[in-house]
C-alpha cells in the first residue's frame, strides 16, 4: 500500500514537472524542481547512512525536507556495510543530479559501483539508477532480481 502511494505521488511530481514545462511564462523546470547541489548530496548521505545504520526508507520521509529513498536492494533487506560518495556526474536533466557511489555490502558480500539519482526539492528522490528506470518506464521495466535472504 505504501510503495503504491510513493508511485503515485512520484507520477504525479513528474507528471507535474513535465506539463510546467510546456506552460510559457512558468519558470524553467530546473528552478521549479531540480535540488541544489549541496541538498543533493546531503540527502543521498542522509539516505545511505539511514541504510548503513540499518533504518528503513520509510524513516526518511519524516526528515526536513522529506526523502524518498528507492533502492531494491534496500528494500530486499540487503545490509549495507560501506559507502563512497565518489563524484557528481553529469545529469541527463535540467532536474536531477547524478552521483557515483561504491556500496560495499555486508550480506550478500559484494563491492559495486551504483549510480544514484536525486531529483525534488521537498520532496526529494534518491534513486538507484535502475530504480528511476524502471519507475520512468511506469512499470514496463521488471524489478532485478536479488537473492532472497535464508
Not at 2 to 22: D, E, K, P, T, V
Not at 23 to 48: I, M
Amino acid at each position: 500500500m505504501l510503495r503504491m502511494n510513493r508511485r503515485r505521488a512520484l507520477i504525479a511530481f513528474i507528471a507535474g514537472g513535465g506539463s510546467m514545462a510546456l506552460v510559457p511564462g512558468c519558470g524553467s523546470p530546473n528552478s521549479a524542481f531540480a535540488p541544489s547541489a549541496t541538498s543533493a548530496r546531503e540527502s543521498l548521505d542522509v539516505a545511505l547512512a539511514t541504510w548503513q545504520k540499518g533504518g528503513k526508507a520509510d524513516q526518511l520521509t519524516t526528515a526536513s525536507p522529506q526523502i524518498h529513498a528507492v533502492d531494491y536492494q534496500w528494500q530486499a533487506g540487503h545490509v549495507l556495510e560501506r559507502y563512497d560518495i565518489l563524484e557528481e556526474q553529469p545529469g541527463e536533466g535540467v532536474t536531477e543530479k547524478r552521483y557515483a557511489v561504491l556500496l560495499r555490502m555486508k550480506k550478500p558480500q559484494a563491492e559495486k559501483r551504483a549510480q544514484f539519482i536525486v531529483i525534488g526539492r521537498d520532496p526529494i528522490w534518491v534513486f538507484r539508477d535502475e530504480d528511476y528506470v524502471r519507475t520512468s518506464n511506469m512499470g514496463d521495466n521488471p524489478r532485478p532480481r536479488t537473492r532472497r535472504r535464508p
